[in-house]
Protein backbone atom coordinates (compact mmCIF):
# COMPACT_ATOMS: atom_id res chain seq x y z
CA UNK A 1 0.00 0.00 0.00
CA UNK A 2 1.90 3.45 -1.25
CA UNK A 3 -0.41 5.25 0.72
CA UNK A 4 0.80 3.30 4.23
CA UNK A 5 4.43 3.24 2.81
CA UNK A 6 4.45 7.01 2.82
CA UNK A 7 3.42 7.49 6.03
CA UNK A 8 5.67 5.29 7.72
CA UNK A 9 8.72 6.40 5.78
CA UNK A 10 9.65 8.96 7.82
CA UNK A 11 9.59 6.51 10.89
CA UNK A 12 11.40 3.75 9.53
CA UNK A 13 14.16 6.04 8.36
CA UNK A 14 14.76 7.05 11.60
CA UNK A 15 15.01 3.69 13.28
CA UNK A 16 17.79 3.16 10.50
CA UNK A 17 19.45 6.74 11.96
CA UNK A 18 19.38 5.07 15.17
CA UNK A 19 20.86 1.48 14.30
CA UNK A 20 23.67 3.15 12.32
CA UNK A 21 24.22 5.35 15.00
CA UNK A 22 23.80 2.47 17.51
CA UNK A 23 26.44 0.36 15.39
CA UNK A 24 28.76 2.93 14.81
CA UNK A 25 29.49 3.51 18.36
CA UNK A 26 29.39 -0.50 19.07
CA UNK A 27 32.30 -0.23 16.51
CA UNK A 28 34.27 2.30 18.10
CA UNK A 29 33.73 0.88 21.56
CA UNK A 30 35.00 -2.46 20.43
CA UNK A 31 37.99 -0.73 18.79
CA UNK A 32 39.28 0.93 22.11
CA UNK A 33 38.81 -2.08 24.04
CA UNK A 34 40.88 -4.38 21.51
CA UNK A 35 43.45 -1.16 21.78
CA UNK A 36 43.65 -1.40 25.52
CA UNK A 37 44.04 -5.22 25.70
CA UNK A 38 46.36 -5.43 23.18
CA UNK A 39 48.65 -2.98 24.54
CA UNK A 40 47.87 -4.80 28.37
CA UNK A 41 49.06 -7.53 26.34
CA UNK A 42 52.29 -6.59 25.02
CA UNK A 43 53.11 -5.23 28.67
CA UNK A 44 52.66 -8.60 30.10
CA UNK A 45 53.37 -11.25 27.34
CA UNK A 46 55.94 -9.08 25.20
CA UNK A 47 59.17 -10.18 25.35
CA UNK A 48 60.34 -8.62 28.96
CA UNK A 49 58.27 -11.17 30.60
CA UNK A 50 60.97 -13.61 30.53
CA UNK A 51 62.22 -13.44 34.34
CA UNK A 52 61.26 -16.77 36.47
CA UNK A 53 57.98 -16.32 38.58
CA UNK A 54 55.17 -17.64 39.92
CA UNK A 55 52.30 -15.46 38.93
CA UNK A 56 51.67 -12.63 42.06
CA UNK A 57 48.82 -10.33 42.52
CA UNK A 58 49.18 -7.55 39.84
CA UNK A 59 48.92 -10.56 37.71
CA UNK A 60 46.15 -11.84 38.86
CA UNK A 61 44.77 -8.47 38.68
CA UNK A 62 45.70 -7.87 34.79
CA UNK A 63 44.33 -10.99 34.01
CA UNK A 64 41.24 -10.37 35.58
CA UNK A 65 41.14 -7.13 33.54
CA UNK A 66 42.33 -8.75 30.39
CA UNK A 67 38.94 -11.52 31.10
CA UNK A 68 36.49 -8.46 31.47
CA UNK A 69 38.04 -6.27 28.56
CA UNK A 70 36.98 -9.81 26.64
CA UNK A 71 33.55 -10.27 28.00
CA UNK A 72 32.86 -6.68 27.19
CA UNK A 73 33.91 -6.98 23.23
CA UNK A 74 32.40 -10.40 23.64
CA UNK A 75 28.62 -8.59 25.22
CA UNK A 76 28.86 -5.66 22.39
CA UNK A 77 29.23 -7.99 19.60
CA UNK A 78 26.28 -9.91 20.41
CA UNK A 79 24.02 -7.35 20.90
CA UNK A 80 25.31 -5.75 17.80
CA UNK A 81 24.95 -9.17 15.87
CA UNK A 82 21.02 -8.88 16.40
CA UNK A 83 20.85 -6.01 14.54
CA UNK A 84 23.15 -7.77 11.48
CA UNK A 85 22.09 -11.46 11.47
CA UNK A 86 21.14 -11.12 7.95
CA UNK A 87 24.30 -9.70 6.67
CA UNK A 88 26.37 -12.57 9.14
CA UNK A 89 24.55 -15.31 7.57
CA UNK A 90 25.86 -14.63 4.26
CA UNK A 91 29.57 -14.93 6.06
CA UNK A 92 31.86 -17.99 5.14
CA UNK A 93 31.79 -19.99 8.65
CA UNK A 94 34.56 -19.26 10.67
CA UNK A 95 37.31 -22.57 10.53
CA UNK A 96 37.85 -23.70 13.99
CA UNK A 97 40.75 -26.21 15.53
CA UNK A 98 39.62 -29.66 15.74
CA UNK A 99 39.06 -30.73 19.28
CA UNK A 100 41.56 -33.35 20.59
CA UNK A 101 41.19 -37.27 19.60
CA UNK A 102 41.61 -38.25 22.82
CA UNK A 103 38.48 -36.81 24.35
CA UNK A 104 35.23 -38.43 24.21
CA UNK A 105 33.00 -38.45 21.97
CA UNK A 106 29.04 -39.06 22.52
CA UNK A 107 27.39 -38.85 18.60
CA UNK A 108 23.55 -38.20 18.25
CA UNK A 109 22.21 -39.30 14.60
CA UNK A 110 19.00 -36.66 14.01
CA UNK A 111 17.28 -38.39 11.47
CA UNK A 112 14.88 -35.98 9.36
CA UNK A 113 11.41 -36.63 9.32
CA UNK A 114 9.75 -38.61 6.45
CA UNK A 115 6.85 -37.19 4.91
CA UNK A 116 4.04 -38.96 3.48
CA UNK A 117 4.57 -39.16 0.09
CA UNK A 118 7.87 -40.71 0.90
CA UNK A 119 5.62 -44.03 2.84
CA UNK A 120 7.12 -47.31 1.44
CA UNK A 121 10.27 -45.55 -0.65
CA UNK A 122 13.61 -46.69 0.19
CA UNK A 123 16.07 -44.05 1.65
CA UNK A 124 19.60 -43.90 0.15
CA UNK A 125 22.17 -41.66 2.41
CA UNK A 126 23.98 -39.18 0.00
CA UNK A 127 26.08 -37.49 2.76
CA UNK A 128 25.53 -35.43 6.44
CA UNK A 129 26.70 -32.54 8.23
CA UNK A 130 28.70 -32.90 11.29
CA UNK A 131 29.08 -31.03 13.98
CA UNK A 132 31.30 -30.82 16.79
CA UNK A 133 30.24 -28.75 20.43
CA UNK A 134 32.46 -29.10 23.65
CA UNK A 135 30.60 -30.49 26.31
CA UNK A 136 31.84 -30.67 30.22
CA UNK A 137 30.52 -33.36 32.87
CA UNK A 138 30.82 -31.63 36.17
CA UNK A 139 32.38 -32.93 38.85
CA UNK A 140 31.16 -34.13 41.34
CA UNK A 141 31.71 -35.62 45.05
CA UNK A 142 30.62 -38.82 46.09
CA UNK A 143 31.13 -41.05 49.09
CA UNK A 144 33.45 -44.43 48.60
CA UNK A 145 31.72 -46.57 51.66
CA UNK A 146 34.22 -49.15 52.37
CA UNK A 147 32.83 -52.41 54.12
CA UNK A 148 35.43 -54.77 56.46
CA UNK A 149 32.45 -57.88 57.65
CA UNK A 150 33.75 -59.51 60.43
CA UNK A 151 33.42 -63.27 60.92
CA UNK A 152 33.28 -65.63 63.57
CA UNK A 153 33.14 -69.92 63.29
CA UNK A 154 30.56 -71.68 65.42
CA UNK A 155 32.15 -73.90 67.33
CA UNK A 156 35.43 -72.12 67.39
CA UNK A 157 37.61 -69.37 68.54
CA UNK A 158 38.98 -66.48 65.99
CA UNK A 159 37.26 -63.75 64.28
CA UNK A 160 38.72 -63.25 61.08
CA UNK A 161 38.79 -59.90 58.79
CA UNK A 162 40.28 -58.28 55.68
CA UNK A 163 43.33 -55.66 56.83
CA UNK A 164 42.22 -52.40 55.89
CA UNK A 165 43.73 -50.90 52.92
CA UNK A 166 46.69 -48.59 52.82
CA UNK A 167 45.90 -44.62 52.03
CA UNK A 168 47.83 -41.50 52.40
CA UNK A 169 45.82 -40.48 54.89
CA UNK A 170 45.48 -42.98 57.53
CA UNK A 171 42.22 -43.21 59.31
CA UNK A 172 41.09 -39.36 56.97
CA UNK A 173 38.47 -39.21 54.46
CA UNK A 174 40.03 -38.12 51.35
CA UNK A 175 40.18 -40.30 48.80
CA UNK A 176 43.71 -40.11 46.84
CA UNK A 177 41.81 -38.60 43.98
CA UNK A 178 40.80 -35.78 46.52
CA UNK A 179 43.91 -35.25 47.40
CA UNK A 180 44.89 -34.62 43.92
CA UNK A 181 42.02 -32.67 42.81
CA UNK A 182 43.48 -30.40 45.56
CA UNK A 183 46.82 -30.55 44.57
CA UNK A 184 46.44 -29.93 41.22
CA UNK A 185 44.19 -27.20 41.89
CA UNK A 186 46.23 -25.47 44.28
CA UNK A 187 49.69 -25.53 42.65
CA UNK A 188 48.78 -25.97 39.25
CA UNK A 189 45.95 -23.58 38.58
CA UNK A 190 46.77 -21.13 41.95
CA UNK A 191 43.66 -21.73 43.57
CA UNK A 192 44.07 -21.23 47.69
CA UNK A 193 42.61 -23.72 49.63
CA UNK A 194 39.96 -20.71 51.22
CA UNK A 195 38.54 -20.23 47.32
CA UNK A 196 38.28 -24.20 47.18
CA UNK A 197 36.19 -24.32 50.70
CA UNK A 198 33.72 -22.40 49.21
CA UNK A 199 33.51 -23.82 45.65
CA UNK A 200 33.30 -26.96 47.28
CA UNK A 201 30.35 -25.58 50.06
CA UNK A 202 28.43 -24.99 46.70
CA UNK A 203 28.23 -28.96 47.09
CA UNK A 204 27.63 -28.70 50.76
CA UNK A 205 30.98 -30.53 51.17
CA UNK A 206 32.46 -28.67 54.50
CA UNK A 207 36.52 -29.09 53.91
CA UNK A 208 38.27 -27.12 56.06
CA UNK A 209 41.03 -25.04 54.73
CA UNK A 210 43.08 -25.87 57.95
CA UNK A 211 42.30 -29.57 57.43
CA UNK A 212 43.38 -29.28 53.55
CA UNK A 213 46.77 -27.61 54.37
CA UNK A 214 47.60 -30.55 56.94
CA UNK A 215 46.25 -32.63 53.30
CA UNK A 216 48.89 -30.93 51.23
CA UNK A 217 51.62 -31.29 53.94
CA UNK A 218 50.99 -35.19 54.09
CA UNK A 219 51.16 -35.44 50.44
CA UNK A 220 54.28 -33.48 49.87
CA UNK A 221 55.86 -35.43 52.26
CA UNK A 222 54.83 -38.83 50.29
CA UNK A 223 55.94 -37.01 46.75
CA UNK A 224 59.30 -36.12 48.01
CA UNK A 225 60.78 -38.95 46.44
CA UNK A 226 59.59 -38.21 43.17
CA UNK A 227 60.78 -35.43 43.32
CA UNK A 228 64.29 -36.24 44.36
CA UNK A 229 63.85 -38.98 42.02
CA UNK A 230 62.90 -35.96 38.82
CA UNK A 231 65.74 -33.91 40.54
CA UNK A 232 68.54 -36.79 39.97
CA UNK A 233 67.67 -37.70 36.68
CA UNK A 234 67.77 -33.63 35.60
CA UNK A 235 71.51 -33.37 37.25
CA UNK A 236 72.25 -36.50 34.45
CA UNK A 237 71.78 -34.38 31.28
CA UNK A 238 74.52 -32.43 29.19
CA UNK A 239 72.75 -29.51 30.25
CA UNK A 240 71.21 -28.15 32.75
CA UNK A 241 69.03 -24.73 33.42
CA UNK A 242 68.72 -22.80 36.10
CA UNK A 243 67.03 -19.69 37.08
CA UNK A 244 65.47 -18.44 40.63
CA UNK A 245 62.72 -16.46 41.67
CA UNK A 246 61.74 -14.44 45.03
CA UNK A 247 58.85 -16.43 46.68
CA UNK A 248 56.44 -14.31 49.14
CA UNK A 249 55.78 -16.55 52.60
CA UNK A 250 53.84 -16.23 55.68
CA UNK A 251 56.11 -16.80 58.40
CA UNK A 252 55.40 -19.12 60.85
CA UNK A 253 53.47 -17.92 63.71
CA UNK A 254 54.10 -14.03 62.94
CA UNK A 255 51.51 -13.73 59.93
CA UNK A 256 53.94 -11.83 58.86
CA UNK A 257 54.98 -12.29 55.34
CA UNK A 258 58.78 -12.87 54.58
CA UNK A 259 61.24 -13.37 51.11
CA UNK A 260 61.67 -16.98 50.42
CA UNK A 261 63.51 -18.27 47.08
CA UNK A 262 62.44 -21.21 44.97
CA UNK A 263 65.46 -22.43 42.47
CA UNK A 264 64.10 -24.27 39.07
CA UNK A 265 66.81 -26.71 37.17
CA UNK A 266 65.42 -27.60 34.49
CA UNK A 267 66.02 -30.39 30.97
CA UNK A 268 64.79 -30.30 27.80
CA UNK A 269 67.00 -32.06 25.24
CA UNK A 270 64.35 -32.29 22.33
CA UNK A 271 67.06 -28.98 20.86
CA UNK A 272 69.44 -30.79 19.84
CA UNK A 273 67.68 -34.02 18.57
CA UNK A 274 67.55 -35.97 22.09
CA UNK A 275 64.88 -38.26 23.15
CA UNK A 276 63.54 -37.98 26.49
CA UNK A 277 60.44 -35.43 27.99
CA UNK A 278 61.53 -31.84 29.36
CA UNK A 279 61.58 -32.30 33.18
CA UNK A 280 62.21 -29.43 36.11
CA UNK A 281 63.26 -30.05 39.71
CA UNK A 282 62.64 -27.64 42.10
CA UNK A 283 64.35 -26.20 45.59
CA UNK A 284 62.18 -24.09 48.39
CA UNK A 285 65.45 -22.00 49.99
CA UNK A 286 65.15 -19.17 52.68
CA UNK A 287 68.36 -17.45 50.54
CA UNK A 288 69.74 -16.63 47.45
CA UNK A 289 73.35 -17.01 47.96
CA UNK A 290 75.28 -19.43 45.62
CA UNK A 291 76.25 -21.62 48.05
CA UNK A 292 71.96 -22.64 47.44
CA UNK A 293 73.02 -23.71 43.92
CA UNK A 294 76.79 -24.92 45.33
CA UNK A 295 74.41 -27.96 48.00
CA UNK A 296 71.58 -28.38 44.69
CA UNK A 297 73.86 -29.24 41.76
CA UNK A 298 76.48 -31.32 43.92
CA UNK A 299 77.97 -34.23 42.00
CA UNK A 300 76.81 -32.82 38.70
CA UNK A 301 79.36 -32.63 35.33
CA UNK A 302 78.18 -30.58 32.71
CA UNK A 303 77.52 -27.34 31.29
CA UNK A 304 74.90 -24.96 33.60
CA UNK A 305 73.31 -22.79 31.29
CA UNK A 306 72.38 -19.24 33.71
CA UNK A 307 71.67 -15.84 33.72
CA UNK A 308 74.20 -13.17 34.71
CA UNK A 309 73.38 -13.92 38.51
CA UNK A 310 76.80 -13.89 40.21
CA UNK A 311 76.40 -16.62 42.81
CA UNK A 312 76.65 -19.38 39.94
CA UNK A 313 80.24 -18.13 39.62
CA UNK A 314 81.24 -20.48 42.60
CA UNK A 315 80.15 -23.88 40.59
CA UNK A 316 82.55 -22.67 37.93
CA UNK A 317 85.50 -22.02 40.26
CA UNK A 318 88.52 -24.77 40.69
CA UNK A 319 87.92 -24.68 44.57
CA UNK A 320 84.51 -26.38 44.35
CA UNK A 321 86.09 -29.16 42.17
CA UNK A 322 83.31 -28.81 40.11
CA UNK A 323 83.75 -29.95 36.32
CA UNK A 324 80.85 -27.72 35.99
CA UNK A 325 81.20 -24.73 32.52
CA UNK A 326 78.98 -21.67 32.90
CA UNK A 327 77.25 -21.01 29.48
CA UNK A 328 75.12 -17.61 28.80
CA UNK A 329 71.73 -16.95 27.67
CA UNK A 330 70.70 -14.57 25.06
CA UNK A 331 67.63 -13.49 25.85
CA UNK A 332 68.69 -11.95 29.64
CA UNK A 333 71.84 -10.37 27.56
CA UNK A 334 69.05 -8.68 25.01
CA UNK A 335 66.79 -7.79 26.76
CA UNK A 336 68.17 -4.15 28.04
CA UNK A 337 69.01 -3.52 24.69
CA UNK A 338 65.54 -4.11 23.22
CA UNK A 339 63.42 -2.10 25.42
CA UNK A 340 66.30 0.63 24.31
CA UNK A 341 65.27 0.01 20.88
CA UNK A 342 61.41 -0.39 21.47
CA UNK A 343 61.78 3.34 23.15
CA UNK A 344 63.76 4.12 20.07
CA UNK A 345 66.38 5.80 22.23
CA UNK A 346 69.76 4.37 20.74
CA UNK A 347 70.79 3.25 17.87
CA UNK A 348 73.50 1.05 19.29
CA UNK A 349 70.61 -0.81 21.03
CA UNK A 350 68.82 -1.36 17.86
CA UNK A 351 72.02 -2.60 16.08
CA UNK A 352 72.35 -4.91 18.58
CA UNK A 353 68.92 -6.14 18.76
CA UNK A 354 69.64 -6.87 14.38
CA UNK A 355 72.25 -8.39 15.48
CA UNK A 356 71.27 -10.81 17.79
CA UNK A 357 68.12 -11.37 15.31
CA UNK A 358 70.86 -13.27 13.19
CA UNK A 359 72.11 -15.40 16.01
CA UNK A 360 68.46 -16.45 16.67
CA UNK A 361 67.81 -17.05 12.93
CA UNK A 362 71.41 -19.51 13.40
CA UNK A 363 69.56 -21.52 16.08
CA UNK A 364 66.34 -21.45 14.08
CA UNK A 365 67.90 -23.70 11.63
CA UNK A 366 69.65 -26.21 13.49
CA UNK A 367 66.93 -26.80 15.93
CA UNK A 368 66.51 -30.63 16.52
CA UNK A 369 69.41 -31.16 14.81
CA UNK A 370 72.43 -33.34 15.66
CA UNK A 371 75.15 -32.26 17.71
CA UNK A 372 77.74 -32.17 14.84
CA UNK A 373 75.78 -30.20 12.83
CA UNK A 374 74.74 -27.38 15.51
CA UNK A 375 78.59 -27.20 16.35
CA UNK A 376 79.75 -26.95 12.66
CA UNK A 377 76.48 -23.96 12.30
CA UNK A 378 77.45 -22.19 14.62
CA UNK A 379 81.14 -22.16 14.42
CA UNK A 380 80.57 -20.77 11.12
CA UNK A 381 78.01 -18.10 11.91
CA UNK A 382 77.37 -17.56 15.42
CA UNK A 383 80.87 -17.26 16.77
CA UNK A 384 81.33 -14.29 14.16
CA UNK A 385 78.11 -12.87 15.40
CA UNK A 386 79.13 -12.80 19.04
CA UNK A 387 82.53 -11.57 19.24
CA UNK A 388 81.05 -8.61 17.09
CA UNK A 389 78.72 -7.77 19.33
CA UNK A 390 81.14 -7.97 22.01
CA UNK A 391 83.75 -6.11 20.08
CA UNK A 392 80.48 -3.26 19.85
CA UNK A 393 79.89 -3.10 23.08
CA UNK A 394 83.32 -2.19 24.42
CA UNK A 395 83.91 0.62 21.84
CA UNK A 396 80.47 1.78 23.02
CA UNK A 397 81.22 1.93 26.76
CA UNK A 398 84.04 4.22 26.73
CA UNK A 399 81.53 6.72 24.25
CA UNK A 400 78.86 6.75 26.80
CA UNK A 401 77.69 7.83 30.01
CA UNK A 402 78.44 5.01 33.03
CA UNK A 403 74.96 5.43 34.73
CA UNK A 404 72.73 5.46 31.68
CA UNK A 405 70.36 2.22 30.62
CA UNK A 406 72.78 1.64 27.62
CA UNK A 407 75.84 1.72 29.97
CA UNK A 408 74.40 -1.06 32.00
CA UNK A 409 73.11 -2.72 29.38
CA UNK A 410 76.79 -3.64 27.83
CA UNK A 411 78.50 -4.21 31.08
CA UNK A 412 76.18 -6.80 31.81
CA UNK A 413 76.27 -8.36 28.38
CA UNK A 414 80.25 -8.25 28.47
CA UNK A 415 80.17 -9.50 32.42
CA UNK A 416 78.71 -12.88 30.83
CA UNK A 417 80.98 -12.97 27.23
CA UNK A 418 83.00 -16.25 28.40
CA UNK A 419 79.60 -17.99 29.07
CA UNK A 420 78.53 -16.65 25.42
CA UNK A 421 81.84 -18.12 24.18
CA UNK A 422 80.83 -21.93 26.06
CA UNK A 423 76.97 -21.60 24.54
CA UNK A 424 78.48 -20.91 21.14
CA UNK A 425 81.16 -24.40 21.55
CA UNK A 426 78.52 -26.53 22.75
CA UNK A 427 76.33 -28.47 20.81
CA UNK A 428 73.40 -28.95 23.60
CA UNK A 429 73.29 -25.76 24.57
CA UNK A 430 70.63 -23.57 22.99
CA UNK A 431 71.09 -19.37 22.93
CA UNK A 432 68.49 -19.01 25.61
CA UNK A 433 67.91 -20.27 28.83
CA UNK A 434 63.98 -19.62 28.94
CA UNK A 435 63.29 -22.98 29.78
CA UNK A 436 63.04 -22.58 33.23
CA UNK A 437 60.45 -19.83 32.23
CA UNK A 438 58.57 -22.09 29.90
CA UNK A 439 58.24 -24.69 32.52
CA UNK A 440 57.63 -22.43 35.72
CA UNK A 441 53.51 -23.47 36.28
CA UNK A 442 54.69 -27.22 35.78
Known sequence: MPWLRKRLAPALESQIAVLKAYNADADARIARLTQILKAFDRAR????????????????????????????????????????????????PRRRKGFAPRLERIETVIEPEELAEHAGKQKVLIGEDVSERLDVVPAKFRVIVTRRPKYAFKNADGVIQAPAPAHIIEGGIPTEALLAQIAVAKYADGLPLYRQEAIYARDDVELDRQLMAQWMGKLGFELEIVADYVFSEVKKAERVFADETTLPTLAPGSGSRKTAYLWAYARDDRTFGRGGPPMVGYRFEDSRSGECAVRHLNGYRGILQVDGYAAYNKLARPITAFAIALAGCSSHSSRKFYELHVAKSSEVATTTVERMAKLWQVEKTVLGQSPDARVAARQEASAAIVTDLFDLRQQTLPRISDKSQLAEANRYAVSIFERFLTMVASSPTPTSSNSPSAHKHC
Open 45 to 92: FGRRSEKLGPANEDDDQQAFVFEEIEIGIAAIKAQVSKGREQADSKRA
